[in-house]
């Protein structure tokens, strides 16, 4: 079947298999790396989409699913200002993440702040349970969340 | 027949979608696709010759609220839900809701993929059952309503008619003083020795004018005693140590499958809602 989708804010235009997965579109057919296929059950998150503007796994996103939605990847989230508050977070706290679990981590984090820019240790024990890490301690992931939450306040008053 | 480039149905309305499954029962409802998906037994996806996706029928996605009810679109997604927030929802199933897998996996999963499951009681489900909401279903011709608590059946079967679809959700939004949900585990791993607690009760003038409390083991098991809940109607707030015994009692024997874990926890919750309910109705947890 052929899907139309907008991709990274590009209209897009596929021949595919209806069940064949969003994360193996992105990376065998379209060349975006960015999501990996880690548990392919919807658990570990390093496969992390945005997915008409929720977070979803591709791995549980067939391609007939995909059909008229908007997909954003990390690779489009890295154009934007929000990826830059998020990274110096990162940076700040030491906690620079892997390939592994880059998608999941900086797409969770993104839909979290954009959701509440204050955010609730709560909702950070939250979002870091759907991006696992097999690394960095969690003390430091939440710091990089607050850091990248400042990083992101501090933007928008200059207003940019 | 399993195929990996099956037909796929996009209905827009809710009266396309019902014709083409009435045409085709045997096709494969689609919702998120989120447990569908999580269960293929391979790394690749097969499908039933038919899918219909449900995905773009708006008329499963609306919600409407009244004073006394909320009516949630069986294709919202619990994060969609969730956006509703806390004061537009009964907060048992605010919390229920919020600890369904991960955030991603809310960002698709669905209300009526959680409540079409057949041999689980999944997440939503008892809560859903404790406030005795109503689910609408729907078949071409033909529309009946059921409480959540008559879907599933005792052999593991849904009370689904071929060709019928749940649409809506009907939830009572009753004053409850004070509401509690826990959960530990995953329903669909039965090691992690799943079980949720669910109570809601509602106090005027200290007295307790209606109690509720249920709890799902494994998914499988409902466990409820209204004997305890009609022991405690009338009774005054805080509860004594004697009358939460009494209660405990009257609620009887745990079902033999429950593991020891899960009969400790469901008891030790089970006291500390009845110690708790004055703590509970100043603050719902
Ligand atoms: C990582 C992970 C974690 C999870 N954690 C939880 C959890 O904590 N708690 C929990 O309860 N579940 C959990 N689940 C299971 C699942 O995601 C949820 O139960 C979800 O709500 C199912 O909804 P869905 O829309 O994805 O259903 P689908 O997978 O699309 O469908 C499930 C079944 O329901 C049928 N169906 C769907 N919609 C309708 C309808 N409107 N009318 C009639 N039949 C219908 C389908 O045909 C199918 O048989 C988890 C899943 C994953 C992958
Ligand atoms: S690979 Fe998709 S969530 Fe793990
Ligand atoms: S930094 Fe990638 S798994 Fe921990």
């Avoid at chain 1, 999501?35 to 392919?40: D, I, Q």
């Avoid at chain 1, 960095?136 to 990083?151: D, F, G």
Wanted: hydrophobic residues 40%.
């Amino acid at each position: 079947m052929t899907i139309h989708f907008t991709l990274n804010g590009e209209p897009t235009e596929m021949d595919v298999q209806a069940s064949d997965l969003l994360v193996d579109l992105l990376r065998l057919k379209l060349g975006l790396r960015g999501a990996r296929p880690g548990c392919l059950l919807g658990q570990c998150g390093s496969c992390t989409v945005l997915f008409n503007g929720s977070l979803a796994p591709s791995c549980l996103i067939p391609a007939f699913k995909v059909y008229g939605s908007d997909v954003v990847t990390i690779e489009g989230l890295m154009q934007t200002r929000e990826y830059q508050d998020i990274e110096r977070g990162f940076a700040r706290a030491e906690a620079q993440p892997c390939r592994f679990c880059a998608a999941g981590k900086f797409l969770s984090i993104h839909a979290l702040l954009s959701s509440s820019p204050n955010p609730t240790k709560q909702a950070i024990q939250d979002t870091l349970a759907g991006a696992w890490c097999r690394c960095t301690t969690h003390q430091r992931l939440i710091q990089a969340i607050e850091y990248a939450a400042e990083n992101r306040e501090r933007r928008l008053r200059r207003g940019r | 027949m399993e195929d990996r480039n099956p037909t796929v149905y996009f209905p827009d309305t809710l009266s396309e979608l019902l014709q083409l499954y009435r045409r085709t029962p045997s096709a494969l409802l689609y919702a998120g696709g989120t447990y569908i998906l999580s269960h293929r037994p391979g790394r690749f996806l097969e499908l039933p010759s038919t899918v219909l996706s449900i995905q773009d029928v708006q008329d499963l996605r609306r919600v409407s609220r009244s004073e006394r009810t909320i009516e949630l679109g069986a294709g919202m997604t619990i994060a969609r839900t969730l956006q509703l927030g806390e004061q537009n929802i009964p907060r048992a199933l605010y919390v229920a809701l919020s600890s369904i897998g991960p955030p991603a996996v809310r960002g698709i999963a669905t209300i009526g993929g959680n409540l079409a499951i057949p041999a689980r009681l999944m997440t939503a489900v008892p809560v859903l059952i404790l406030l005795e909401a109503r689910i609408e279903l729907r078949r071409q011709g033909g529309v009946r309503w059921l409480p959540v608590s008559r879907f599933h059946l005792s052999d593991g079967r849904l009370d689904l008619k071929p060709g019928e679809v749940i649409t809506r959700v009907r939830v009572p939004l009753q004053p409850w003083s004070g509401q509690m949900f826990r959960r530990f585990g995953t329903e669909l791993s039965p090691e992690s020795e799943p079980l949720t607690v669910c109570g809601l009760v509602r106090v005027s003038n200290g007295i307790v004018e209606e109690i509720r409390l249920n709890g799902t083991a494994s998914g499988r098991t409902l466990l409820r005693s209204r004997t305890m809940e009609a022991e405690l109607v009338g009774r005054r707030i805080p509860l004594s140590r004697k009358e939460v015994e009494s209660a405990e009692e009257a609620f009887g024997e745990l079902p033999a499958q429950l593991t020891d874990i899960q009969r400790d926890r469901f008891r030790r919750l089970l006291t500390w809602f009845l110690l708790n309910i004055q703590q509970l109705t100043t603050r719902s947890a």
